[in-house]
């Protein structure tokens, strides 16, 4: 039987990382986008169906690379997990031009690129699937210091609104998920909050494995998933 093969950004840890897991556990082909690739330790169960790449969100070819070797490799595109991300906490009036650019780089374009770059392979099924990792701060500005990560990230929100457009006649559906805080890096770095009271990232990976199962016809827009009560989510 061929395999379902999906492209999975900021795959070295966090959300990334879980989500590759998550998904070749059930029976996917993963081809693993990372800024210095190194096999996982699971990857030695079945190592035919992982697939390295050095990926770099900074650099603009990066995508369409990517994706021909994986279509070498694989032959075919079922999904993608657009999930490298970065955080700068400062205001959008702290923040310099460069930092902005930096974020809205490797935060929109990359993830833009990376769907056009899949576009005619996840088409070619009838059933392609694109994940958007966005935030709860791309829904609501919660802090000063999140302000500039918001403005990226609720232009990622409308970017998987636009895919969604875009795509969905083809049966490509897109979903744009938007945690609040998960315990990675990235969110302990910015919170005293402990991990533990945090979403896990594999709890996230199952959502996100269930997002991409579902049929063209339960299709989601948006999934907000939060580990605190907030006002609004």
Known sequence: MICKVALISGASRGIGAATAKTLFDAGWAVSLGMRHPVMPAWAQADPDRVHLFAYDAMDAGAAQDWSQAAMARF???DALVASAGIMIPKTPIEISDAEMAEMLEINVQ??????????????????????MLASLSGKRVKSAQAGSYSVSKFAVVGLAHALRQAGFDQGIRCTAV??????????????????????????LARVIQMLIDLPNEASVAEFAVNCQLEERF
């Open 75 to 77: 032959g075919r595109i």
């Open 110 to 131: 990359a993830p833009r690129r990376l769907a056009a770059a899949c576009w005619d392979a996840l088409g070619v099924s009838g059933q392609g699937r694109i994940i």
């Open 178 to 203: 938007c945690p609040g805080f998960v315990a990675t890096d990235m969110a302990m770095s910015i919170t005293d909050r402990a991990p533990a009271a945090m979403t896990q990232p594999e709890d």
